[in-house]
Structures are given as C-alpha cells and as structure tokens.
C-alpha cells in the first residue's frame, strides 16, 4: 500500500505529525508572507517600468543592480543565510523582475498599455498600473 494510499497514521506517526504541527503552522505563516512581499516588490517594479517607459530610462540599471545584490548578500549574512541560496535567490528574482519589466517596457514602446496577464483578478488597486521590473 502506497502512502497515498493509507490515510490513518499509526500512534507513532500521528504523535510526530502533532509534535511538527506547530512548525509547520509557521512555515506555512511564513511562506504565504513570502509570496506576499515578493508580489508586493513584482507590483512595485512594475510601477517602475511604466515611470522609465514614459520618462525614457534604459531598462537596465547595472548600478543599481550591483548596490542592491551586495546589499542583499549582505543582509543574508547578518540573519545567518547560506551565501550561495542568498546570491542564487537574490540572482533568480533579478533575472525574472528583468525579464518581465523589459518586456512590459516593450509592450508600452509598442502602444499596448493593456495590463499584464498576470495581474491581480480580484481587483487589488495596485494592480492597476501594468507591468514588471528588477532592481529598479
């Protein structure tokens, strides 16, 4: 029988799922705040692409991007991260936020000011200006 399959733990299963309840509580706490924020950062870089669009900055910012990853790695270190999850998270969340402002600030150049497939259905008023971006 597969795991899948049983849905009655044994008394020693059920007493280490209880004894792991409240850490998984947390996580899970965490985890959705997590996705919050970085929804929060990809809604304000969207921001950012409309303001360089309509003000003619260069997407890229390769400054701005340096000050920031050293920043980020920085605080990874004081709150005790692995240098390498820090730097690949910090690198994987610029190249995404880059990607998607570059192609907002294309869409724009073209005059398609639609908002973004991506954007919040249920109506959040932030998510009224369209587009993505990086380290802004």
Known sequence: MSTEERTVLTPAEQAVADGLAPFRARL????????DLLGERFQICREVAVHKSENDIDMMQPGRVEIVRARYLQHGAEVDLPADFTAGFFDLMIDATCRAEDELMARLAAGDHQPPA??????DQRQ???GEGGAS
């Open 28 to 35: 899970d706490q965490i985890d959705a705040q997590l996705v």
């Open 118 to 123: 991506f954007s919040n259905p249920v109506g």
């Open 128 to 130: 009224k200006v369209a």
